[in-house]
């Protein structure tokens, strides 16, 4: 039974959903939310505007700020703004059963502002 577990843990990674096309390491801002109670999300912006919905992997951290990832994941609003480095898997299946596309696995939270919400950011589109 023990080798079977190992055999089987050795060959997961080849039978991985996510494996995909990577963009590299990259400097991303937007918003990070609790879509569901298993679903994180990253809402990428680029130039004011929301582009990208990724599902946010922070298993690969790897950065010296952990306080600001565990402060980013103990906050439960609806949305807040996120600047960080992350690596960007595309087309493949993410997060619980799949729900993502895209992906980003998180090195480093460079900023958060719990001033700029997602609430925020819809209510200035409208006026």
């Known amino acids: 039974m023990k080798r079977l577990i ?17 963009d590299g390491v990259l400097v991303l801002e937007g918003y990070f939310r609790f879509a569901s109670q ?8 680029n130039d004011g505007k929301l582009i990208e919905q990724y599902f946010f ?26 600047a960080l480095l992350g690596e960007v898997n595309k087309g493949g299946h993410y997060g619980h059963m799949g729900f993502y596309e895209n992906e980003v696995c998180v090195r480093e939270i460079l900023l958060i502002d719990k001033t700029k919400t997602l609430s925020k950011y819809f209510k200035g589109l409208k006026n």
Not at 15 to 22: A, C, D, E, I, N
Not at 38 to 45: D, H, R
Not at 57 to 82: E, R
């Open 38 to 45: 298993e679903n994180i999300e990253f809402l990428e912006l």
């Open 6 to 22: 190992i055999i089987i843990l050795a060959l997961m990674p080849l039978f991985s959903v996510g494996q995909s096309k990577t």
């Open 57 to 82: 992997n922070s298993f690969h951290f790897t950065g010296a700020n952990k306080h600001l990832l565990d402060s980013l994941l103990s906050y439960h609003d609806n949305g807040i703004y996120v």
